[in-house]
């Protein structure tokens, strides 16, 4: 008797510390989503398509997977306040994760291109639009954002 409930408790301790790691990994996924998705709108503004499309898809199935975690329980509140950005989680009403994603996209591309366009009143000349834009992709760490490097 004493076994099977030693047995049970290391299995729920075990679930339970599972459970949490992988909690933290979703919830890091919601962030990565939001991040992927500027640098992508950064690099399409920058003409590098590569890059944009690489970014697009690796925001995308970080997003899929966040979603799908988030749907079905995975992620704990802690680590949803913790690591994914206000933004991600305003966004997360729609009929499909594709409806949501997009959302979220063009949001992040919103948000990245805040003060490339224009400064003010200021509208930026084509020249002072790619330096700003090539200054928060490098400042983002873009290059770094889903190579696995």
Same mark, same amino acid.
């Given at each position: 008797?004493?076994?099977?409930?030693?047995? &049970?408790?290391? %299995?729920? @301790?075990? $679930?339970?510390?599972?459970?949490?790691? +992988?909690? *933290?990994?979703?919830?890091?996924? /919601?962030?990565?989503?939001?991040?992927?998705?500027?640098?992508?709108?950064?690099?399409?503004?920058?003409?590098?398509?590569?890059?944009?499309?690489?970014?697009?898809?690796?925001?995308?199935?970080?997003?899929? &997977?966040?979603? %799908?975690? @988030?749907? $079905?329980?995975?992620?704990?509140?802690? +680590?949803? *306040?913790?690591?994914?950005?206000? /933004?991600?989680?305003?966004?997360?009403?729609?009929?499909?994760?594709?409806?949501?994603?997009?959302?979220?996209?063009?949001?992040?591309?919103?948000?990245?291109?805040?003060?490339?366009?224009?400064?003010?009143?200021?509208?930026?000349?084509?020249?002072?639009?790619?330096?700003?834009?090539?200054?928060?992709? *490098?400042?983002?760490?873009?290059?770094?954002?889903?190579?696995?490097?």
């Amino acid at each position: 008797m004493i076994q099977k409930v030693l047995t &049970a408790a290391l %299995a729920f @301790l075990i $679930s339970s510390t599972s459970l949490a790691q +992988d909690s *933290s990994a979703y919830a890091q996924m /919601g962030k990565a989503t939001w991040s992927a998705f500027e640098c992508s709108a950064l690099a399409s503004k920058l003409k590098k398509p590569a890059e944009q499309e690489r970014l697009f898809e690796f925001g995308y199935s970080q997003g899929k &997977a966040f979603i %799908a975690a @988030l749907k $079905s329980g995975k992620i704990e509140r802690t +680590d949803l *306040s913790n690591n994914v950005p206000a /933004g991600v989680m305003w966004l997360m009403e729609g009929p499909t994760p594709d409806f949501i994603l997009g959302r979220i996209y063009e949001s992040a591309q919103n948000n990245a291109l805040k003060n490339i366009y224009n400064v003010g009143d200021h509208f930026n000349s084509e020249k002072e639009q790619e330096l700003a834009a090539s200054n928060k992709f *490098s400042s983002s760490n873009c290059q770094l954002i889903g190579s696995g490097r």
